[in-house]
């Protein structure tokens, strides 16, 4: 099975490690992928990072996808209105507003760790059932319990553990991802199946989680790079 | 003598159990790892690691239930290649915590399981 790893942050965004080291790593480490959710500053910055990205992609041999991660509602919104010029667009959950309008939004990829800095877990069976609806995964960030301890760390599992069981009943999709911010919190895919196994998922269910429906946002990001692509479900056939 | 009195004996001289049947023998997995480090690591150093985050992260009461053993003689200090033996229930529960240390001291550390097998032999080190 690939395996990929979608929500991993490098020096253009705060984070400790360059592309060329992080990539490197996921590679040591068994991943066929890996997607930079970087914060969006300006227009240039996506020509900056696509040529990092292809000269590192070479270097490495894995492939590297370029993600935005929005924010805020209005950061999400003009992100949806550029979505061709990259690869995967996340939202930072944690806000109700930013969860909301990320489970609303079809252009949206992944959620991300919808539960972040709150008392409950942040979405509930309206969210998650439009989650599903629009095609947007949850998803369950590694480094929101690695970073945490004891109290903390509890209630985060707990959270994310409630999450996971919403969005098994409703069918919205579930990735789990490091959210690294540096090479020496990437972690081996076993090690984050085992871990999705401890939240509540079945161990094949686990492994999909970070291979199958990782792969399928990835086939989608291939069929949007066609030129014959329209939206989501239309394409040009001639 | 009868069976009972002969089998007293016989542990008397080798000072250890007699082997349980195989039905009654729990089932055991190996985990061969290879530790990804800032610089090498000592066998000491990553079994006090092992420990400590199995007993902060399961308690006492969770650790008793898997039959978690570090194998020693196993660790290779120039690979940082390591084995555990756990039961075969207990597999994602030690791999998840071993995911949890990311540091040993000073040295940053990223562990990468390598494969988990039946029997010693078959982890091919």
């Known amino acids: ?238 | 003598m009868d069976n009972a009195g002969r089998e007293s004996d016989y542990m008397k001289q080798k000072d250890q159990l007699k082997t349980l049947i195989p039905t009654l023998r729990e089932r055991k997995r190996y985990i061969s790892f290879q530790i990804i480090s800032e610089s090498p690591i000592q066998y000491s150093d990553l079994e006090a690691a092992v420990w400590n985050e199995l007993l902060d992260f399961y308690g006492e009461s969770g650790v008793s239930k898997l039959s978690f053993r570090l194998v020693k003689n196993l660790y290779s200090d120039a690979k940082q290649i390591g084995v555990i033996k756990c039961n075969n229930r207990s597999v994602p529960v030690v791999i998840a915590a071993l995911g949890l240390i990311s540091r040993l001291g000073d040295t940053r550390i990223t562990i990468k399981i390598l494969k988990v097998s039946g029997t010693i032999k078959s982890l091919k080190l």
């Open chain 1, 1 to 238: 099975m690939q395996f990929f790893d979608l929500h991993v942050h490098s020096a253009f965004s705060g984070g400790e490690s360059s592309i060329e080291q992080l990539a490197t790593r996921a590679k040591q480490l068994g991943y066929s992928g890996i997607c930079f959710a970087e914060y969006f500053k300006n227009e240039n910055q996506i020509k900056e990072l696509k040529e990092e990205i292809q000269k590192v992609e070479e270097k490495a041999g894995i492939e590297i996808f370029l993600g935005f991660e929005a924010r805020n509602v209005k950061e999400l919104n003009y992100l949806a209105k550029i979505r061709r010029r990259f690869d995967i667009l996340l939202a930072r959950g944690g806000d109700l507003k930013m969860n909301k309008e990320a489970c609303e939004t079809p252009e949206v990829d992944i959620l991300t760790h919808p539960e972040y800095e709150r008392r409950d877990q942040g979405l509930n069976h309206v969210l998650v059932k439009e989650a599903a609806k629009n095609n947007v995964d949850i998803e369950v960030n590694f480094r929101e319990i690695l970073m945490a301890s004891k109290k903390t760390r509890a209630n985060v599992m707990s959270n994310i553990a409630k999450n996971i069981k919403l969005a098994r009943k409703y069918n919205a999709e579930i990735v789990i991802c490091s959210g690294a911010i540096s090479e020496w919190e990437l972690r081996d895919p076993i090690v984050l199946s085992s871990f999705g196994n401890l939240l509540g998922l079945e161990l094949d269910t686990a492994e999909e989680a970070i291979g199958k429906n990782a792969g399928k946002i990835v086939e989608e990001i291939k069929k949007r790079k066609s030129e014959k692509w329209i939206m989501p479900g239309v394409k040009v056939i001639t």
